[in-house]
């Protein structure tokens, strides 16, 4: 079994900050996906990372894929309360259409 | 385009009550999921469907059962609801994008007294 490890489990920061969260795995991935679900909502994808190495920004979110692609890391600059939501990052292996799931990373973001 | 649709949004049931989830996409995605999501455990694999015809068991697939009826639609269904099966459903889709980027449906919240 394929496990993503998040971390933390739970932020809570002041409007404008800067903050990195992190996905960690033993096991390669082929690529690794990254959600964000909203109270009361189904998840939503914001970004896939492929390669290793890849760095991909999404206006304020700047999303990582570890060298090794076993890991893979977010940083929010200037964070606004906008952002708040839980973060879960997802992992393809290539054997199956399968995602594996990390628990989440809880960010709450104070105006 | 709706994207994911799940019916109902919410649910209440006795114990061994059963009862189906409806989801459907009209992405003409190939791949389709049933999750649940419980506090500190995040997404959990219920059970999918890679294509039409074709369903597997995923992570937690005991006291439930799935059918793709066609490639539109992916039911769930718990034939004797228990407690330990409160939790949040969410149907999601996928292409075929390398990736496997998920599409998710906005859940179904089941309560089983």
């Known amino acids: 079994t394929q496990l993503l490890e998040q971390s933390p489990q739970f932020l809570s920061i002041q409007e404008g900050e800067n903050l990195t969260v992190y996905c960690n795995s033993s096991s390669v991935f082929s690529s690794l996906q990254w959600y964000r679900q909203e109270p009361g909502e189904g998840p939503v994808l914001l970004v896939t990372?492929?390669?290793?190495?890849e760095v991909k920004k999404l206006k304020r979110l700047t999303f990582q894929f570890g060298d090794a692609r076993k890991d893979s890391s977010l940083h929010i600059t200037a964070a606004q309360p906008g952002d708040t939501g839980l973060y879960l990052c997802a992992g393809l292996t290539g054997a199956n259409s399968k995602l594996t799931f990390g628990k989440g990373i809880t960010l709450s973001v104070r105006p | 385009n709706a994207g994911v649709t799940q019916t109902p949004k919410f649910q209440v049931l006795k114990t061994g009550q059963s009862m189906t989830l409806q989801c459907a996409q009209d992405?003409?995605?190939?791949?389709m999921y049933w999750y649940r999501q419980d506090p500190g455990m995040g997404l959990r694999l219920i059970y999918y469907s890679a294509s039409e015809g074709t369903t597997d068991k995923g992570e937690v697939p005991n006291g439930y059962n799935v059918s793709r009826l066609n490639k539109r639609e992916f039911s769930l269904r718990l034939e004797s609801a228990a407690p330990s099966q409160t939790s949040v459903y969410f149907c999601?889709?996928?292409?075929?994008?390398?990736?496997?980027?998920?599409?998710f449906g906005p859940g179904t919240r089941l309560t089983v007294t």
């Open positions: 992405m003409n995605h190939n791949s």
């Open positions: 990372v492929v390669t290793g190495g």
């Open positions: 999601a889709s996928s292409g075929l994008a390398a990736a496997y980027e998920q599409y």
